[in-house]
């Protein structure tokens, strides 16, 4: 392999420069030139990459986001755009690529695989919703930043006795409800995957209510329901004073933690040394510590273990 293309696709997260420079390098010093497309699948689309030296991608480990920049593309679900996707890779002299991204960006690289063109895929996204790795890139920053919010809507939730509802993302996995509830001891996480019984909620806040405890913090994956609803109900059912707070694009960004560096310069290592290697159609992923390489036909059809130990216990540590 003399040229290979790295692309960081879907939402971004903080560890995908990481990610980025890890890739660069390590082709480079196998003496394989790199090309990085921009935005994505767009950039492969409409022919829009730069050649990447080892000086291109200084200065970026310890920034969020992505210096590639990242996209959603419909023309690239199509098979009209894929198939002018696989056109530009050749006319490019594009031998291999590196997909960085989450479930959706993984699903187009197993496309562009079966289409004959060698992809090693890397998990990232702040949800955790990708089986075959216990952790994606992105998740741990996004539990920093959560938790830095909670705690800081924890003081003024007890300096008022206000009930907060604090939604965060996850689309429908309730991974980062779960541990960042653990993480804060909120009272209460409402994730996707456990049917919540808010009148059982409400009677735990009550009770504890009327022992003197008079704050509350319940944190709620986006995909579980809307969060003015449920703080509407708490409202009624016991009289609190309630607030909400969604915390939006805040939780993706940001400088990435110690270990989303870490996480991020593994993968990109190992996706380019998987793909020296011939080895095709995977995706690295972190398993009990090692980084290991799965099938993306067997990522893609597969679930993520839910951790519903994990759930269980911060309702039990919570209230
Ligand atoms: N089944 C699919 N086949 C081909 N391409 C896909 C498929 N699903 C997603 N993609 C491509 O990957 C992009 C990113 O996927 P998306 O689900 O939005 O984000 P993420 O990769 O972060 O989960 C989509 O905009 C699309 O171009
Ligand atoms: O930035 P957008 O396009 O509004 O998307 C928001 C979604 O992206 C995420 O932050 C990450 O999801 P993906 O990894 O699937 O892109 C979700 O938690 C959230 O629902
Ligand atoms: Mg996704």
Known sequence: MKKIGIITSGGD??????AIRAATRTALGHGVQVVGFRKGYSGLLKGDFLEMQTKDVAGILHRGGTFLQSARSEEFRTVLGREKAVRHLEEFGVEG??????????????????????????????????????????????????????????DTASSHDRAFVIEV???????LASMAAIATGAEYAIIPEVECDIADLCNQLRLRYEEGRSNAIIILAEGAGRAQNIAD?????????????????????????VFDRLLGSRFGHAAVENLLAGQMGKMVG????????????TVVVSEKRQQDELHEMSLILGI
């Open 233 to 257: 109900n708490i409202k009624d059912a016991i009289g609190f004073e309630t607030r909400v707070t969604v915390l939006g694009h805040y939780q993706r960004g940001g400088a990435p933690s």
């Open 169 to 175: 993302m996850g689309r429908n996995s309730g991974y």
């Open 286 to 297: 972190l398993c009990c510590n090692a980084i290991l390489p799965t099938l993306l036909e």
């Open 97 to 154: 690529l590196v997909v960085i991204g989450g479930d959706g960006s993984l699903n187009g690289a197993l496309a562009l695989h079966r289409m004959g063109v060698p992809v090693i895929g890397i998990p990232a996204s702040i949800d955790n919703d990708i089986p075959f790795t216990d952790m994606a890139l992105g998740v741990d920053t996004a539990l920093n930043n959560i938790i830095y919010a909670v705690d800081c809507i924890k």
């Open 13 to 18: 997260c903080s560890g995908m420069n990481a």
